[in-house]
C-alpha cells in the first residue's frame, strides 16, 4: 500500500520544521592503519620518509589506542587527507586556515581538504601567486559537519571531519566566479585510516581532540568591504581562466 | 576548466598542493636548482595516466578519465595558457 503524497508531504513538511538537536558525539573509529599501510603511503609519494630526522614523521597508532592518543608533538591525520593534497611540512595558506577557522587537522574534512589543495593549486598554477587569502574569503565559507543519530531530528557533533568549506552562494552567485568544483561523497571509512603525523615545529595546532558543536560565526566571514576592490583584476583572471 | 582538472595537473607533476616547498607551481620549470626541484616533488617517479585519474575520481564526482589527464596544464608546462599577468605581489609565501 502506497502512502498519499499528500500525507507525505504533510509529514515532510512536518519533520523539517523540527528543532535540529544534538545528541552526545560521535565516537572515534579504532584506526586500521599500520606500519605497512603508512609504508605504502609514502612508496606512493604521499608521505615523507619515516626517519627523517631523530623523530619519526609518523607513527601507527597503537593497538590498544581505541581513540586518538598521540604523543607530544604529534597530530591526528587521516590517509584520505594525503590522497587529496595535503603534505608536510605545511604551507603558510594550510596554516593560516587552521588558525583563521580554530581547528585542528582532524577537524578538516576530506572534501575540505581537497578544495583547499584545488584552490592552491589554481593560484599558484594557473594565476601565478600564491594562495591568496582575501580571493579564499571571498569564494569560501565554513560549515559545520553534524553526523545523523539515526533518530529524525537529532544529529550528533564529529570528533573528525567538522569542517566542511563550501562555495558561496546567493545573490552574488560567487560560484560562477570559480571554476567548477564537484566534490565525491563516496568517503566511505576514511575516519578508520588516522594515524600519528609528527608536526614539524608546532606549525599546526596541537590535538586537543576538542569537539566543535556551534558553527562559530567568523566561519562565514567574507572580505573586508575595502578589500574587495583589490579582487577585481583577479577576480577577471578566473573568469578568463574558467573560459578557456 | 575544472577542478578534477588542476586536481590532474597536480598529481601529473607529483606535488602536494598543501605542502610547503621552496618554489611556487608556476616557477617548477627550467632555470631553477635541481634542488628546490626536488624539494617541491614528493618523488622523481612518474605515475600512469591510470593512477592519475583514479586519485582524481577518488576526490571529485564524475568519471575522470586517463585521457583527460593534463589537459589543462599548469604554468611553466607545455601547453599552458598565458592569458593571466602574474599577481605575485598578492598572497602566502609558501
Known sequence: ?244 | MTAALVLSAVHHRRILPLMSRPLRMDEMGPGVSSRDLEACRMSNEALTDEEVAARVRAAIAGDFKPEHVNGFPMRPDKGSIDQVSPFSTYGFDS
Open chain 1, 1 to 244: 500500500m502506497h502512502a498519499h503524497p499528500r500525507a507525505v508531504a504533510k509529514l515532510l513538511s512536518f519533520l523539517l520544521k523540527m528543532p535540529v538537536r544534538l545528541n552526545a558525539a560521535d565516537d572515534w573509529r579504532p584506526s586500521l592503519m599500520t606500519e605497512r599501510r603508512l609504508l605504502e603511503l609514502k612508496m606512493e609519494g604521499l608521505l615523507r620518509p619515516r626517519t627523517l630526522s631523530s623523530r619519526l614523521e609518523w607513527i601507527a597508532p597503537a593497538v590498544d589506542h581505541r581513540e586518538p592518543r598521540p604523543p607530544r608533538g604529534y597530530m591526528v591525520s587521516f590517509a584520505k587527507f594525503h590522497r587529496h593534497g595535503l603534505g608536510f611540512p605545511p604551507s603558510r595558506f594550510m596554516r593560516a586556515l587552521c588558525h583563521h577557522y580554530g581547528v585542528e587537522l582532524q577537524h578538516f574534512s576530506p572534501n575540505a581538504i581537497t578544495v583547499v589543495a584545488v584552490f592552491a593549486a589554481v593560484c599558484e598554477g594557473y594565476l601565478r601567486m600564491m594562495p591568496h587569502w582575501d580571493l579564499w574569503l571571498h569564494l569560501y565559507r565554513g560549515e559545520l559537519f553534524h553526523a545523523p543519530s539515526g533518530t529524525t531530528g537529532v544529529r550528533k557533533p564529529v570528533q573528525a571531519g567538522c569542517l566542511n568549506l563550501v562555495l558561496k552562494t546567493g545573490k552574488s552567485e560567487k560560484p560562477r566566479e570559480y571554476i567548477p568544483v564537484g566534490l565525491t561523497s563516496n568517503h566511505a571509512g576514511w575516519n578508520s585510516q588516522w594515524f600519528y603525523l609528527r608536526n614539524n615545529d608546532d606549525l599546526l595546532p596541537a590535538y586537543t581532540g576538542c569537539l566543535i558543536s556551534e558553527r562559530p560565526d567568523h566561519w562565514r566571514y567574507g572580505v573586508v568591504q575595502t578589500h574587495q576592490p583589490r579582487l577585481d583584476p583577479i577576480l577577471d583572471a578566473l573568469r578568463k581562466l574558467r573560459r578557456a
